[in-house]
């Protein structure tokens, strides 16, 4: 079995700098957003955590030349190595596989039993070998997968061999809305390509959503929920949680001083621009949205927000 931590959540609830403080730990291996490897990483050539194009990584290339790869042939799926992949083509099909207007598929086949998404027998064959091939490449135990998005997380959770935990990360949504309003490059400040930046009912739609699909989804062993308040808060308690979740081991924790992580480099496949800090990083909360948010913002995002909010412990006053 390839144990796989998928962090999930929307966009801006710090999964990238857990996903990477998760990734010192001994046994453990951070790979990015797994969702993005094929598109971003390998069809656009966006750089990987260490800044080398992901096509061009060391890492990413003995993972998809390997010849453990090809262990996944099978009679229906005629799979010699990942690195055969037409990868726009596979991201296209997850992409139509993934959208948000089939939730209510997902959650009725969830309902009555059945993994959420829809299989794809040949896809799925692919993105099993790759889980696979990346634990057996890189030694690692636990590979974690900071892609967010529910339905990936569930469709990664019924590959076959994959067992998957789940680390649910909430953070508050007028923080979030907030964040997106700013612009930033989808790969630092010399990328001139900016990341999405949904309109403050569109992130609140997509808050709602996800968070209610990832409570909806996974329940019980397999499931923790963190917020991303309660992770600054205590980054170190924080993640000996969550390692002890995973099964990774919870020490030496790499912290400079109180607060202050220690980040080495790491080959993270697409998210946000902050995966390229290395060295001393502070864990601080972000709460410039309590004065930055307008008025009119606040409002409509908590009553959008409203039937979770009180349910992952946010206030609806500011
Ligand atoms: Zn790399």
Redesign the pocket.
């Known amino acids: 079995m390839t144990r796989v931590l998928y962090v999930a959540g929307t966009g801006r609830s710090g999964s990238t700098l857990t996903a990477a403080m998760l990734g010192q730990l001994r046994g453990a291996f951070a790979a990015g957003e797994m969702l993005y490897l094929w598109q971003r990483g390998l069809a656009e050539r966006r750089?990987?955590?260490?800044?080398?194009p992901?096509p061009e990584?060391?890492?990413?290339t003995d993972i998809r030349t390997a010849p453990s790869a090809r262990a996944s042939v099978t009679a229906a799926v005629p799979l010699d190595q990942l690195d055969r992949v037409e990868p726009a083509a596979l991201h296209a099909r997850l992409r139509a596989r993934l959208r948000l207007r089939r939730l209510p598929l997902f959650l009725w086949r969830r309902a009555t039993g059945r993994p959420p998404v829809p299989p794809h027998p040949a896809d799925d064959a692919v993105l099993a070998a790759l889980y696979r091939t990346i634990a057996a490449r890189t030694g690692a135990d636990v590979v974690i997968d900071s892609s967010k998005l529910p339905p990936y997380g569930a469709l990664v959770g019924a590959l076959p061999g994959v067992e998957v935990k789940v680390l649910h990360l909430v953070r508050d949504p007028r923080a979030t809305a907030f964040s997106w309003r700013r612009t930033r490059g989808l790969d630092g400040a010399a990328d001139p390509t900016a990341m999405d930046r949904p309109s403050p009912l569109r992130a609140a739609v997509l808050w709602l959503a996800w968070n209610a699909a990832a409570r909806l989804f996974w329940r019980g062993d397999a499931y923790l929920r963190v917020r991303y308040e309660d992770l600054c808060a205590d980054p170190g308690g924080t993640v000996r949680r969550v390692a002890t979740f995973a099964g990774l081991p919870t020490g030496p924790l790499p912290f400079a001083a109180p607060g202050v992580i220690q980040l080495g480099?790491?080959?993270?496949?697409a998210g946000n621009p902050s995966r390229h800090r290395t060295g001393a990083v502070a864990v601080v909360a972000d709460d410039e949205w309590r004065t930055g948010l307008g008025r009119r913002a606040f409002v409509l995002v908590t009553l959008v927000t409203a039937p979770l909010l009180r349910l992952c412990g946010y206030r609806v006053r500011r």
């Open positions: 750089p990987c955590g260490c800044g080398t992901v990584c060391p890492v990413w480099p790491t080959h993270t496949v």
